[in-house]
Structure formats: structure tokens, C-alpha cells
């Protein structure tokens, strides 16, 4: 200690209490009387103390009894004020803890009066039994009167605290307190005064008013809580009152508003260590999480819940609609569900023991039941069963509020289902059974599923009996270590729909049937089983009683004991194709396989054999092929053999293929790319043709074809170009005398179309050119137009027919219907055919054959045209004409129009040469041949000048005699049959004489020929001595050229023969010897001279 006289102060050193409550000490203490004072009574003093610490707490003075709040005013002087610096104060008392640190203040005293000012830096407010506190700096003016403390201004400020505080308290036998605040502060704090569980996060602003007018000390707030989070959920704004009387409770009232959401009410009232509440439209996120239970919940609950010694009871009812078309898709996809219906849960807080109850609970997923009981971190048994309309969403579901995950193949679908989980809590046993329609198992959508699974420490085993229109079978399931074997017994399946979902790429199409194990390991997929199948498709190919083992891999795909049957043909044998690496193995036959099933467009029956073993791109598997009865578009052989090779890399498929066609040798090969990823194919082919009966059916043809193809394009639209060369020595045409010789010709081809480029040959010895372009759809004939140009052509367009002639023709052929169309200037014709025969295009020899049947329809429009030279030589004459005429009508019916006009020549009538004075036939009616005549001749018999004339059709003449000297038409008939004229005893009509005399002159043609006689005739004649009209048969016989014998009787009697000699002597001069019906011989020198 130190004493300073002026002014008289004290000093006193490092000073300490002698007692530990409370406990001061202070590194100096002033004691000074101010001169003032010295003048008074009570002499006061002023304090200033440095580093005072002071320790005091409460519990420990009402345990020891002592001095308590007084020893301060026990002091032995009178203190008028003082100061302190630095000081340090730990105060523990009823109210709470609380901690000044570097604490600067000014008091003063006055009788009955206090006057303080304190400021510290640092200040930690912990209050009543909170283990959280507060802390700032603190600012104070506090003031009392008596016993009367007014707190003028209490600030605390810190870095997430604000606290203001004013207001009075009353000392005396009943405390009076009435203070107001203004706070912000963290939530946590807040909760924590009250005992309340859970985390709590945000910061809470608000006002309170702490008195106790009415009695109890009550506590009335009115907050507001933003970016409020409840055991680590963000629940949003919460704004409320809160009521709180000592002794008693409290209660708070919370307004929680969150953005998308409906605002949630929660009241919660709390005493004596128990907390009741209320809750409309709350969501339980925060509750179950803070047990680490998760909540995919986005249905709002109603209802009640407790919470007393850490027992939490929660009655919730949600009242979502749960109807498809009521979700709401947004929660859906966020992995949020929605409820409807009443849930119990118990908590035990300390235990971490939940309890879960719910009866006819509505989700959107289905309506369930759920029982059970999670220790949370130590173990489950849970049961939920009910009926599911969607079970892929229940499992989700199942997953996500148990905090697991289902190592197990998906089920989908909806149907009832028993769900059981029990056994450890991080890793428990799971019992699932489900009847489903419509279900969806792992990679496969069917039409119903039923089955069980389960999962026993960390394994999966189940089987599922699935029915579906792609599927019908048994799969069983066994899954460990990271390995999933599934053993699928296949009733029924669609190969089309069931390979892809295996991951399996391989173009197959069909029902089949097997048992498979299907194996999904670390290191990648296995594949493997037996299958069989009466009808699948292969690239679109179909194959019959399909059968074989199958074993896929990452590695590769092999296909053993392979057998089949294709369109009609047997294959067999093994393939083996690398999926890694471009590797390979083929040991495969095939025999009999009808290729016309292929396409329209091809035929035959196929042997051949593929084998090798390699790498492709390096090597190349190929074998021997041999095709009977081969067809392709219009070729047509006996057979073709040869060989083939072919190569897959890049995901394209390549061909090279070697052949030849027979009978004869025709070489061909081909170069083929597939590209099976684009659906595209090209190539070519080429190679020679040396029998061309194999393109067209024509006997004796003597051709060659080069021809190089090429092909590209989607395999359903392929586009083809090429150029066939064509040559040859011969050529027959069906249907017509004439063969084609020494020709050549190019055709581009393009797709379907031909183009006839400098086409040239003969004809007849006639040369011809031409061009022309040809259309083909389906193998078969779609359009054509050809164009031919020829000159000095010897033709036989008939039967007995021959001309020189210059001419063109077109040969069109569209929508079914062939034209042949022509225009011949003939230079010299001979014509040796009847004029009332049907018209004939071939001799006999090539009409037996009836293949060419579409050439019997071919239309014609044909016209010839000769001004001169034009020969007739048949049965009426030999003429010299000229013609115009047209031909039309089909092959098979042809019909002929036009004129025929006679230059000159003679015509034959009862075995009389006449001479052609006019002549005249004309082919005018296109439905049959039945030309119009126009003759008129004369000839000369004995001293007669007969003129001969005929006009009608054909099949109806009309001939007309007339004569110089003038007979009568009967005695020409006779002059003209016998040499010599009779008189008329009766009348008779001469027309019909002439008329049966010239039908028997037809008739007489026939055995002329089978006779080999020179004149056959049967001619009406008038008997002399009666009316009666008889027969008269004549015959003759040429014995040379120009020597004739005639002999005619009258069939009537024997009596009436006549014998005729006829000696040509030169052109004008005959002799004649005739013996008449009457015995006389006479002797006729004639000669003929006209004028």
C-alpha cells in the first residue's frame, strides 16, 4: 500500500479477496477523498479501480450461505463514485451466466440513488440453463432510486446478435418487472432458452415485453424468422407470437410461408418438460431428419404430435389427391410423392427408435399399408403390402426413406405386392413379392409378371414367371459378388423384340423358344442356352425349323449345331464371329434351297458350302456353289456353278463371286458391298454370254453379250448402270420367215431402263439400223420403243411370199399392249397366195411352238407400197401390179386394207387363158379378208373374141361373158368348157350356168392336185334332145409343155364323149384333133393373133 497526502489518496497494490465467493482480486485500487469532501460529515470517497476480476456465483453462496448480493455495501466508508478500467466479470446467477470482459464504467452514488455507465468489448449473455449464449458489445446505463432500477439503455451488438432492452424493476416483497426489447438474434439461441429439440437455423428479429403486472412474469413476442431452416431443411419464412408465463409454459404460434407452397400453421405449447402441438398443411422433411430418416414427401401433413423425455408422437393425416390426374408431375420428376391418408409415427429421440403405422394409405404409386419399427443405425423390420399402380415408383420410393439401395433387376408395373425389409439397418434382407399386369422386368415390358424376389445378405435370388405377347417363360435370378446370372426358360419369344434388349445386335426375326443363361459380370455380358424355333427371319430371309446352341459374349457370338431349313433347302453348321476383334469361323452347308422364294426375279435350286477360319480384312471365307434350273430377271440356264468369297469389315458385308453358265460357258463374276449399319449395297457384275437362248428362248441363235453392271444404293432402291454389247451371226425371230444376221448393238442400262444405242444387222441380206429404248419392272416387260431402218431387205412377210423392199418399223410396247408399226417401199414382190386365204406370218415349223403367245397379240400397222413389179401367181392368173396396202390387226389375226391394180397378165377361167385388160382388188373390210374384185379380160376361142368380167367380193361373185360374133351366155360357157358352142334347144338362165360352172370350178381344184391332173372339171350342161340339165366331167392331162390331151363325157350317158388334142406348135400357132360326142374326128389349124 502506498498513502499520498495530497490529495489524500490510497493506493493499494495487487489486491485480493480473502474469500472465493465471490472471488475479486485487481491489480490496483485508489482510494482519494476529494478537497470537497473534507468538509463534510461522511467524508466520501472516490474509487477508481485497475483490472478488477471478480467471480461470483450464485449456487455457491446459497449452498455456504454467505454475504450473497450485500458485501459491496458493507464497505467501512462511503463511496461517492468511482471508476473502472480494464475489468473482468463472471457473474453465474439464477438468471443466467454472464461474462464482461475489458469493462469500462462510471458510478456514482447518492443517498438512495445509483447512477451507472458500462461499456465492454466483449460480453457473453448465456441465459437461464442455455448452453448456447450470446455475445457483443455492451453498452449500459442503468439508474435506481431506492428500489427502483431503470434501465435507461442496455445495448448488445455483435456480429450475429442485436439486443436493446429498456424498461423498470421494482424491489420489495413482490418484484416488479417491465421491460421491452428489441431483438435479432440467431434462432438457435432463442430455441435453446426454451428447451426446444431439433437444429434450428435463420436469425429471428422481433419485439418482446417481459412483465408480471398481472402476477406470474410473463414474456409476449411477436418475431419473424427469415431463410428459417429446421434440422437442416429450408422451411422458409416463419412469422409468429410467442407466450410465455414462468412457472407455467409457453406457447408459440408459427405462420411458415415458403415460395410454391401453400402458408403451414404450427402451434406448439410447452410446460413442465412436455411440448404439445398443432400442425395444418405442415411438411414432416424436417422431423424425420433430424432421426436421418429421408422424407421423399411432398404432401403436407394435418395434425397433433408430442414430444415429452424425448418420446416424439406424431398423428398425421395427408390429403393430396392421388389420382393420375391429379399429380403433380413437378414433384414426380423432383423424386418427391404425394399421400393421402392417416400416418402414426413414434419417436424415441434418444433411441433413435421410430415407429411407423399407416392403413389404407393412397400414394401416388398405390394404396399400401405400412408397419414397422427403424432403430435408426442398427436395425429394420419394416412390412409394406397393398395394390401398386406403379411399382417402379414404390421401389424408388422404398429406396429413398430407407436410405438403401435395391441391388436387384427392375420390376415395373402395377398389381399387388408385399414388400418386407428387416435385418441390419445399413444392410438389410428384402422380401418382395408381386403379381403384376401390366409389368415391366428389368429390360422387358409384358403384358403380366408374378414372382418373388429376394435379397439375403448382399444376395439377389428370385424367379418371375412373366406372359406377354413377345414373351412367354420362367426367369430366375441369382446375383453375388457383383455378378447377376439370369436363367431364362423361354416358352415363347420374339426374337426381334428380345435380342435388343440383351444388348444382343444380330438381325433376327421370329417366335422361338429355349433356355438361357444370361450372366452380367464386372468384366461384361455372357449369353448362352439353346433355342429352336419353327419359323424365323433372318435379314428379312425366312428360315424354317430352326435350331442350335447359342453362346454370346463381349468377346464373341457362336452359333454351333446350327440347322435350318431355307426355302426348301437344308443348312447346317457352325458359325463363329468375333465382336472385338474382326475374327471369324464358318463350317456351313446348304443344299437345296429354292431361290425363287428369294425375289420374283431369280430361280433355281442352290447347293454350296462356306468354311474358313481368320481375321477379316486379312482373310477371306468363301467355298463352291452350284445352282440347277438357274433364273435371274429374264436369263435362264440349265445351271451355274462356281465359287465365292467374302469379307465383313467396318460393319460392311463384301462379296466376290466367280461362275459360269451352262450348257456352254458363260463367264461372269461379281463384286458386292453391303453396308449394314446404312442399309446400302453396291457392286458390280460382268462377263460374257455365248448363249443367248438362255436371255431369249430362240433356237439356233448364234450370239455373244459382254456386259459389265454396276449397282448401288439402299438395298430396297437400288440404282443400276451398265453397258451389254451384243453380237452375232444369227438370230430368228419367232413368228417370222426371216432370222436376223451379223448384228451388233450397245444398251446402257440404267435401273430399269434399256437404251438401244447403234444397233445394226441384216435382215433378209437387207442391212438395218436402229435404236430404241426398253423399260422392265418386276422381271418382265414394262415398256419399249424400238426404232428399225433397212434397206434392200428380201422378205417373205407372208407365207409364199417374197419382196425386195426399203422400209421402217417401231415396235412400242406400254401398259400391256405391243404395237409393231411399219412403212416398206417394196421394189419387186411375188405374190403366190390366194387372195381369200387367211394371212399367215410363219410357215408350220415355227408356229408348234407356243411360247411366244404374247407375239399372236402383237397389234399391227404395217403398209406396203410398190408402184410396180408386183407379181401374182396363183390359182386366177399370173398379174403384173401395183399396190398400196395395210396391214393391222394382230400376229394372230392379221387384217389386210388397201388396193391391188393390175398392170397386166392373164387369168385363168375354164382352163382359157385371159388376158388382163383392168383389174382391180381391194381389201376394204377390217374384220375379214374378203376383198372386192374388178376384172375384166377376153380371150379368143376359135373365131370368137370372148370378154371375161368379174365384180364382187370373193365370197359372192358375179363373172359376165360376152362374145364377138354374140352368143348367148350359155353357148360361151360351153365354147369356153368344150371348144365349141351348142344351140339352146330351152331356155335356161345363163347367169346360173356361169354361176355353178364356176363354183365346180373350185371344186375341181382339190382333186386336180390329188390326182396330179391338169384339168378336173364339172360343168352344168343342157342336154340336146331334152331340157334336163346334167353334168359334164372334163380332165386333162399336160404331157409336155405344150402338147394337151382332154377327155369330157356326159356323166348322164356314156353315149356323149369327147376326145381334145391340142398341139402348140409355136406362141400363135396350135394344132387341134377332135373327136365329138357324135363320133367325128376333125383337124383345126389355129392361129392366134390379136389386134
Known amino acids: 500500500m502506498r498513502l499520498s497526502y495530497f490529495p489524500p ?101 447518492k443517498p438512495d440513488e445509483l447512477s451507472l455507465l458500462l461499456r465492454s468489448p466483449v460480453t457473453t449473455i448465456r441465459p437461464l440453463s442455455s448452453e448456447k449464449s450470446v455475445e457483443g458489445e455492451l453498452e449500459a446505463f442503468i439508474t435506481s432510486h431506492k428500489q427502483a432500477i431503470t434501465i435507461n439503455r442496455l445495448n448488445l451488438q455483435g456480429k450475429n446478435a442485436a439486443l436493446r432492452v429498456e424498461g423498470k424493476i421494482l424491489s420489495g416483497k413482490t418484484r416488479q418487472v417491465d421491460l421491452k426489447a428489441d431483438f435479432n438474434l440467431q434462432t438457435d439461441f432463442l430455441m435453446d432458452v426454451f428447451k426446444l429439440p431439433f437444429e434450428w437455423e435463420g436469425k429471428t428479429t422481433g419485439t418482446a415485453d417481459v412483465s408480471n403486472a398481472n402476477g406470474a412474469l410473463i414474456v409476449k413476442a411477436d418475431y419473424l424468422t427469415s431463410d428459417f431452416k429446421l434440422n437442416k431443411v429450408k422451411v422458409g419464412t416463419v412469422e409468429g407470437q410467442v407466450l410465455v408465463e414462468k412457472g407455467k409454459g409457453g406457447q408459440v404460434t408459427a405462420s411458415i410461408k415458403n415460395a410454391g407452397r401453400a402458408t403451414e400453421e404450427v402451434v406448439i405449447s410447452f410446460s413442465e418438460g412436455k411440448v404439445e402441438g398443432q400442425m395444418a398443411g405442415f411438411h414432416l422433411d424436417p422431423i424425420l431428419r433430424y432421426v436421418s430418416v429421408p422424407w421423399p414427401v411432398s404432401s403436407p401433413a394435418w395434425g397433433n404430435f408430442t414430444l415429452k423425455e424425448g418420446q416424439l408422437a406424431v398423428q398425421a393425416e395427408f390429403r393430396d389427391r392421388t389420382a393420375v390426374k391429379d399429380r403433380n408431375l413437378n414433384d414426380y420428376k423432383n423424386d418427391q410423392y404425394q399421400f393421402n391418408g392417416n400416418v402414426q409415427l413414434f419417436l424415441n429421440i434418444p433411441e433413435k427408435d421410430l415407429k411407423v403405422k399407416a392403413r389404407n394409405l393412397e400414394s401416388t404409386f398405390g394404396r399400401v399399408e405400412v408397419e414397422g419399427e427403424v432403430l435408426i443405425d442398427r436395425s429394420i423390420d419394416l412390412n409394406i403390402k397393398g395394390q401398386f399402380t406403379d411399382i417402379k415408383q414404390a421401389r424408388d420410393f422404398a429406396q429413398k426413406i430407407l436410405n438403401l439401395n435395391l441391388e436387384f433387376p427392375e420390376i415395373r408395373g402395377a398389381g399387388r405386392a408385399v414388400i418386407t425389409v428387416n435385418g441390419k439397418y445399413r444392410n438389410p434382407d428384402l422380401g418382395f413379392d408381386f403379381s403384376c399386369s401390366p409389368a415391366g422386368f428389368e429390360r422387358f415390358e409384358v403384358t403380366s409378371a408374378r414372382g418373388e424376389v429376394k435379397v439375403e445378405e448382399s444376395r439377389v435370388s428370385g424367379k418371375v414367371y412373366v406372359l406377354d405377347r413377345t414373351f412367354q417363360g420362367e426367369i430366375r435370378l441369382d446375383q453375388s459378388s457383383g455378378q447377376l446370372e439370369t436363367g431364362i426358360i423361354m416358352e415363347r419369344g420374339l426374337l426381334e423384340e428380345i435380342l435388343p434388349k440383351l444388348g444382343i445386335t444380330f438381325p433376327l426375326r421370329g417366335q422361338a423358344a429355349g433356355e438361357f443363361i444370361w450372366k452380367q459380370k464386372p468384366a461384361g455380358t455372357e449369353f448362352s442356352g439353346n433355342f429352336s424355333g419353327n419359323e424365323i427371319f433372318l435379314l428379312g430371309t425366312r428360315l424354317e425349323k430352326i435350331g442350335g446352341e447359342l453362346n454370346y459374349n463381349e468377346e464373341e457370338l457362336l452359333l454351333k449345331d446350327l440347322n435350318f431349313t431355307l426355302n426348301g433347302g437344308k443348312v447346317e453348321g457352325l458359325i463363329r464371329l468375333g465382336l472385338k476383334e474382326p475374327a471369324y469361323e464358318f463350317n456351313l452347308k446348304a443344299s437345296g434351297v429354292d431361290l425363287s422364294l428369294f425375289s420374283d426375279s431369280f430361280g433355281g435350286r442352290a447347293d454350296l458350302d462356306l468354311s474358313g477360319q481368320g481375321v477379316f480384312g486379312r482373310d477371306r471365307p468363301g467355298g463352291q456353289f452350284k445352282i440347277e434350273n438357274f433364273k435371274i430377271f429374264i436369263l435362264k440356264a440349265a445351271s451355274t456353278s462356281g465359287e465365292y468369297n467374302f469379307n465383313y469389315l467396318n460393319n460392311k458385308l463384301s462379296f466376290e463371286l466367280k461362275g459360269n453358265l451352262y450348257p456352254g460357258e458363260s463367264q461372269y463374276q461379281s463384286k458386292i458391298e453391303v453396308a449394314l449399319d446404312k442399309d446400302f449395297i453396291s457392286g458390280e457384275v460382268r462377263g460374257q454370254l455365248n448363249n443367248m437362248e438362255m436371255v431369249l428362248p430362240l433356237k439356233g441363235s448364234k450370239s455373244n453379250v459382254d456386259y459389265l453392271l454396276n449397282f448401288q444404293g439402299p438395298i430396297e432402291q437400288v440404282q443400276l448402270n451398265g453397258a451389254v454389247e451384243v453380237k452375232g451371226h ?25 437404251s438401244i444405242r447403234s444397233f445394226q444387222g441384216k435382215i433378209a441380206d437387207g442391212p438395218i439400223q436402229g435404236s430404241g429404248e426398253l423399260s422392265f419392272a418386276e422381271g418382265k416387260f414394262k415398256a419399249a420403243d424400238v426404232r428399225l431402218e433397212g434397206t434392200n431387205m428380201q422378205l417373205s412377210v407372208f407365207e409364199r411370199t417374197r419382196s425386195k423392199a426399203d422400209g421402217q418399223m417401231r415396235f412400242s410396247f406400254k401398259d400391256g399392249m405391243a404395237v409393231l408399226e411399219g412403212d416398206f417401199n417394196l421394189k419387186e414382190v411375188l405374190w403366190k397366195r390366194e387372195f381369200w386365204e387367211k394371212f399367215s406370218f410363219s410357215s408350220a415349223a415355227y408356229t408348234s411352238d407356243n411360247s411366244y403367245g404374247w407375239l399372236n397379240d402383237l397389234k399391227l400397222n404395217i403398209r406396203l407400197r410398190a408402184r410396180d413389179n408386183v407379181w401374182a401367181e396363183n390359182s386366177l392368173g399370173r398379174i403384173r401390179a401395183r399396190l398400196d396396202l395395210t396391214i393391222s390387226g394382230t400376229v394372230a389375226n392379221p387384217v389386210i386394207t388397201g388396193e391391188i391394180d393390175a398392170i397386166s397378165g392373164t387369168v385363168y377361167f375354164q382352163d382359157r387363158d385371159f388376158n388382163v385388160i383392168r383389174g382391180r382388188l381391194s381389201f376394204f373390210n377390217p374384220l375379214v379378208i374378203d376383198p372386192y374384185i374388178d376384172f375384166l379380160g377376153e380371150t379368143y376361142v376359135k373365131d370368137y373374141h370372148v370378154l371375161f368380167s368379174l365384180s364382187g367380193l370373193i365370197s359372192n361373185l358375179k363373172p359376165e361373158f360376152s362374145s364377138s360374133p354374140s352368143l348367148p351366155q350359155e353357148e360361151i360357157l360351153s365354147l369356153l368348157a368344150l371348144g365349141e358352142s351348142y344351140q339352146r334347144r330351152y331356155s335356161f338362165d345363163a347367169a346360173q350356168m356361169s354361176t355353178a360352172s364356176l363354183i365346180s370350178y373350185e371344186l375341181a381344184k382339190k382333186p386336180e392336185s390329188l390326182l396330179s391332173l391338169d384339168r378336173f372339171r364339172l360343168d352344168p350342161f343342157l342336154m340336146g334332145s331334152t331340157s334336163e340339165l346334167t353334168a359334164r366331167l372334163t380332165v386333162g392331162k399336160r404331157l409336155s409343155r405344150n402338147f394337151l390331151i382332154l377327155y369330157s363325157t356326159n356323166l348322164a350317158t356314156q353315149r356323149e364323149e369327147i376326145v381334145r388334142l391340142e398341139w402348140e406348135l409355136t406362141g400363135g400357132l396350135s394344132l387341134v384333133a377332135i373327136r365329138n360326142e357324135l363320133g367325128r374326128v376333125s383337124l383345126d389349124l389355129k392361129i392366134r393373133k390379136r389386134f
Not at 493506493?11 to 477523498?33: C, H, L, V
Not at 420367215?737 to 448384228?743: F, K, N, R, S
Open 9 to 109: 489518496t490510497l493506493f493499494i497494490n495487487q489486491i485480493r479477496s480473502k474469500g472465493t465467493n465471490p472471488d475479486f482480486s485487481a491489480e490496483r485500487i485508489e482510494i482519494s477523498i476529494p478537497f470537497l469532501s473534507l468538509f463534510k460529515k461522511e467524508k466520501p470517497v472516490v474509487i477508481q479501480v485497475e483490472h478488477p476480476v471478480v467471480n461470483y456465483s450464485y449456487e455457491q453462496v446459497s449452498k455456504s450461505g454467505g454475504l450473497g448480493g450485500k458485501w459491496l455495501m458493507d464497505l467501512p466508508v462511503m463511496i461517492e463514485g468511482g471508476y473502472v478500467n480494464r475489468g473482468f466479470f463472471t457473474l453465474k446467477l439464477k438468471e443466467g451466466d454472464f461474462r464482461f470482459e475489458n469493462v469500462s464504467s462510471y458510478f456514482k452514488f
Open 730 to 754: 444369227l438370230l430368228p425371230i419367232p413368228g417370222f420367215a426371216h432370222a436376223l444376221t451379223d448384228y451388233s448393238a450397245l444398251l446402257l442400262v440404267k435401273n430399269t431402263d434399256v
